[in-house]
Every structure is written in C-alpha cells, then in structure tokens.
C-alpha cells in the first residue's frame, strides 16, 4: 500500500523569507502523481502544485515549487517570498492512475508578520 | 469557473439520525471521490465513482452508502449516526483521465457535527 509521510507538523518563518516543507512516500509504481494542497483556516482544499513522475524536470508555480528525487521517494515544497495568505495547513498527496488520494498528516505553516 | 457544489456547508444532526450530503461536480467531469477529515487529520477516502459505478471503496462504515446519479451528481447517505462521524467530508471531481493526469477538484465541504 502507498503510504505518506510528512515529518514537520508544524513550522512557522518569517514573511519575505523561504520555507521547503518535506514529503516522502512509498510506492513500488514507476507512474503516479505528486501533489500539495493547502488547507488555509477556511478548510478549503487548494491545490498548490503537482508532479508527474515520469518528467524529471521539477514543477513550479510562481513562488510555488518543488524538489522531486524519485529514486529517494521525496517530494518537498519550497514557498520563496512567502506571504501571509500562505499560513495554511500544506497536505502533500499521491495518487496512482485514477485512482484515490493518499494524503500525509499535513504540515501546518505559520507565516510570521 | 464552475466548481465543485456540495450542500449543505452545515449540517447539526442527534446520535442515530441519517443524513445525506449532496454533491455537483464540475460540469463534464465524470469521476467522484468522497473524502472524510476528522478534526485535526487528514482526509481518508471514503469512495468513488465514475460513470455512475462504483470504482473504488475506502474506509467507508457499513452504516454509509453512496451512489451516483444520470446528472453525475453524488450522495452520501449516512445512517444511525455516531458522534465519530463528525467531520468535514469532501467531495472532488475530475475528469478520468489517461494515466490520471487530471487533477480532483475539490468542494468546500460539507461539516457535519454529531451531537
């Protein structure tokens, strides 16, 4: 079974600064999707940013962008020039053709004013 | 856009009660998952669904049930209700892609609280 797994629950750094949250998982798959969500204090389900693992290059989304070592089965997050709005509870997820999401136990981000 | 519709937001029922949540995918999605968040966990698939069939079938009590409708849209009953059924469940819908690559889309979710 895939599992999950994400080692800080909680961080917090200063606005402005670079936070990169960890995510490892396991799965004897060679082609699945990686994922984060964030889950502000509205409990929203927000996806950050995804990857699929048979592209080596590493996704980004504006400050969003991720560092994905498939051989170490470890998929982080970094958040660069991070803001306010970015305090937020961050799920990192696998998924496996179509089927379910398997989600971490979350990390929860504070950004400090 | 249009996005994932749940209903009710909220939802107070009494130990024992049913209660259904509904949900509306984005239009032309094809696939539903249902997702339960206890307080302070994260979310535990509960059960999809894609053209009307069952696909896949998580943790879901015996005491739930769920299908799917012509319109694609998705209900979740729940019967004789405990107090560990309070949670916030969501809905998500994609559409099946090849392999997967289509995202699931998340609704804002339906909090129920069992007093």
């Known amino acids: 079974a895939q599992t999950v797994t994400q080692s800080q629950p909680e961080m917090s750094v200063q606005e402005a600064e670079t936070v990169t949250l960890s995510c490892t998982y396991d799965t004897s798959e060679n082609n699945y999707y990686l994922f984060w969500y964030k889950q502000p204090p509205s409990r929203q389900m927000i996806l950050v940013i995804r990857?699929?693992?048979?592209?080596?290059q590493n996704a980004t989304e504006n400050r969003f962008s991720v560092n994905f070592q498939k051989a170490a089965k470890s998929f982080s997050l970094k958040i660069s020039d991070s803001q306010l709005g970015d305090t937020a509870m961050y799920f990192c997820?696998?998924?496996?053709?179509?089927?379910?999401?398997?989600f971490g136990t979350g990390t929860r981000l504070t950004i400090i004013p | 856009a249009a996005g994932v519709i749940q209903s009710p937001r909220h939802l107070i029922k009494e130990k024992r009660e049913t209660a259904t949540l509904k949900c509306y995918p984005i239009p032309r999605h094809d696939t539903v998952y249902w997702y339960q968040q206890g307080p302070g966990q994260d979310p535990q698939f509960l059960i999809s669904f894609y053209e009307k069939m069952q696909s896949d079938k998580g943790s879901i009590p015996d005491r739930f049930s769920a299908q799917q409708f012509s319109d694609y849209h998705s209900e979740l009953n729940m019967s004789s209700l405990e107090l560990g059924d309070s949670a916030l469940y969501f809905c998500a819908s994609s559409l099946r892609g090849t392999g997967g690559d289509q995202p699931q889309h998340f609704g804002d979710g339906t909090r129920l609280s069992i007093l």
């Open positions: 990857q699929e693992a048979y592209k080596q």
């Open positions: 997820a696998y998924r496996f053709g179509n089927e379910k999401l398997t």
